[in-house]
């Protein structure tokens, strides 16, 4: 049985008093997609920024290809090869696609056994995301919502990550993003990138993962693959539906 890419155990967060993560146990393979999934406020984005060390009050164990990263700093986790694509987008609104490209920029990465990791370069990118192609030169701050949502997975991308954490991609986008994000997903797994990915949209999660946790109340209830998940009606309907 080989590493898990992405392992972590008891992991535990808080913002001040308030304890957000209870015992969290998830794990991600090289070359899978792991929907996270659970309801609003269930505890999916602070799962993310936890695994990036994004929260200061957190406890628990994270080893990111074998390496213990419980206690690192989110920049010396990014450098690693983990790629963080928030909700929030946080495109540089005054810098142009090309220029928030390059903010991203980190040297090609190889496997443990001297393989190569995917590389990406703004032609390649241009290729998974049209869109960007077309606007190279246009700011961050005067693009729709979707664009920058593409601007942020692409700029992440260009840190040659092994594994992306991608929080809500198919929130508040058009229908039409949303089956280009599964497209780009899907591409990215072919490509040999593993994903994380927080979701709350059954049907966008269905599309694009292998298996699935979810959670409730900052604990994980249930965890399978996606299509008994899927298949499960009970228990999307005691911890998914609205």
Known sequence: ???????????????????????????????????????????????????????????????????????????????????YVPEDRRVFGDLTVMENLEVGKQPPRTWGDGSAAPVWTPEKLFKLFPNLGEMPDRPGGRM????????????????????????????????????QMAQMILELKAQGVSILLSEQNM????????????????????QASMAELAADEDVRRAYLSV
């Open 1 to 83: 049985m080989s590493t898990p890419l992405l392992e972590a155990k008891g992991l535990n967060a808080w913002y001040g008093a308030a304890h957000i993560l209870f015992d969290v146990d998830l794990q991600v393979n090289r070359g899978e997609v792991v929907a996270l999934m659970g309801r609003n406020g269930a505890g999916k984005s602070t799962t993310l920024k936890t695994l990036m060390g994004l929260l200061a009050k957190r406890k628990g164990t994270i080893h990111f290809l074998g390496k213990d990263v419980s206690k690192a700093d989110p920049h010396d986790v990014a450098r690693a090869g983990l790629g």
């Open 144 to 179: 729709s919502g979707g664009e920058q949502q593409m601007l942020t997975v692409a700029r992440t991308l260009m840190g040659n990550p092994y594994l992306v954490l991608l929080d809500e991609p198919s929130e508040g986008v058009a229908p039409v993003i949303v089956e």
């Open 203 to 222: 049907h966008f999660a269905e599309l694009v993962s292998d298996r699935a946790y979810v959670l409730e109340k900052g604990q994980i209830r249930y």
